[in-house]
């Protein structure tokens, strides 16, 4: 049976966490970023292999963005009226044809369509896990959407390491032997699927779209979720820079191997995943709005710094950037299904859709100016990006 429920109406049992759901989720989301950390972790292994320049290493990475961008609100908003429990399974399917792919390619175009595949698994996988992350949450929507993307977090810091260690040492055919990372997330999502279609079977019939109770007009709310777009575009921009340039960034200033530039990118990508892990639960209890304000705002002084700091300081300084600038995207994605009830899937798909698209794209403008000045010009540039944080005062201060 086809249900048509909202799903924000399908809530967990009571209010009962479900933890066993959310820490599945957590693990197949930490399988799905570890494939897509693998991409940019093995750039320079790609760029020596087609004597590529840094705007065809940005191509690479917006055909990734742009397919997930323009995917992911589209099946967020579709499956907001028809759940597809099963998609995700399906969506890991196609990073797994993405990683495969990958490995075998032999000119760059092969590299651009791997790429575009796993996109294509990350816009499918991202709005229905969401969704199902908070129908598990029992009303502890803060903690689950921190639990659920924490494991993203940490596939995200863990790709960089498979790369230095299995990839590097063994060339471009080692990434088909990482297969096992999306068979064994297909495996979790099947599970999980089995649970979501009980939940909807149970619950269709008698659900109700929720009705929004902050108060705000549509043009408020339009305008709240504008600036919520505005701090993801800081973001996301930003952490485009540390994610697909900080390697050739620590190699050409400090003359480093690339497997220690790749530990620096994993100790930035570890540090995001435990600022994840605590901002969620922090918005439960203090409120969301202060923890946004605080991470987008409150990381400018180490941005700044960060272009004049020596190895050991930059090490430092990717550390307090990962964990403060990380903090609030749970936040932002929960402030926002406050302000849009019984859209959680549209929302999720928003936020993340674009939230990989303005990486994409800041991913291919830097790796332009890389080209055109020099690779530490892109992180004077940047700096500036987290000031765009004083948006968030315009925040409604009631919505919670």
């Known amino acids: 049976m086809e249900a048509k429920a909202e799903a924000g109406s399908l809530a967990g049992p009571g209010e009962t966490t479900l933890f066993a759901v959310l820490l599945a989720l957590s693990v197949s989301h930490l399988m799905n970023d570890t494939v897509q950390s693998l991409l940019p972790a093995i750039y320079p292994v790609i760029r020596e292999s087609f004597h590529l320049d840094f705007g065809q290493i940005g ?51 092969l590299v651009v369509l791997a790429a575009a595949m796993i996109g294509i698994g990350s816009s499918v996988f991202h709005p229905e896990a969401s969704r199902v992350a908070r129908m598990a949450a029992g009303g502890r929507h803060g903690m689950a959407q921190a639990l659920f993307q924490v494991g993203g977090n940490t596939g995200a810091a863990i790709g960089p390491l498979l790369a230095a260690f299995i990839i590097v040492p063994h060339g471009q055919r080692a990434i088909a032997f990482l297969s096992l990372v999306p068979l064994i997330g297909i495996g979790l999502l099947v599970g999980i699927s089995h649970w979501y279609a009980a939940q909807i079977a149970g619950k269709a ?86 923890v946004i304000w605080g991470s987008i705002l409150g990381v400018l002084p180490f941005t700044l710094a960060l272009p ?9 300084l990717a550390f307090i950037i990962g964990f403060v600038l990380s903090s609030a995207f749970s936040a932002m994605i929960v402030y926002a299904q406050e302000l849009m009830p019984g859209r959680v899937g549209t929302v999720a798909g928003l936020f993340f859709g674009f939230a ?45």
């Open 356 to 400: 990989f698209g303005m990486a994409g794209l800041g991913a291919a403008v830097l790796g332009q100016l890389a080209d055109m000045t020099s690779i530490e010009t892109v992180y004077h540039v940047t700096a500036f990006l987290p000031a765009i944080g004083l948006l968030a005062y315009f925040l409604p201060k009631h919505v919670k």
């Open 205 to 290: 019939a008698r659900a109700r779209r929720p009705r929004a109770v902050h108060g705000l007009t549509r043009k408020h709310v339009a305008t709240s979720m504008a600036i919520l777009l505005a701090l993801v575009f800081s973001k996301f921009v930003y952490l485009a820079s540390l994610n697909s340039y900080f390697t050739f960034y620590l190699i050409a200033k400090f003359r480093v191997s690339v497997p220690t530039a790749q530990l620096f990118l994993f100790v930035f990508l570890a540090a995001s995943a435990l600022g994840t892990f605590f901002g969620g639960p922090l918005g439960d209890r203090i409120g969301r709005r202060y």
């Open 308 to 316: 004049f700091a020596n190895l050991p300081a930059t090490g430092v």
């Open 59 to 109: 191509i690479i990475t917006l055909a990734f963005q742009i397919t997930a961008s323009l995917l992911q609100p589209l099946v967020g908003l579709a499956t907001d009226r028809h759940p597809r429990p099963y998609s995700l399974p399906i969506g890991m399917g196609a990073t797994l044809i993405g990683l495969l792919l990958l490995s075998v390619a032999n000119h760059f175009g």
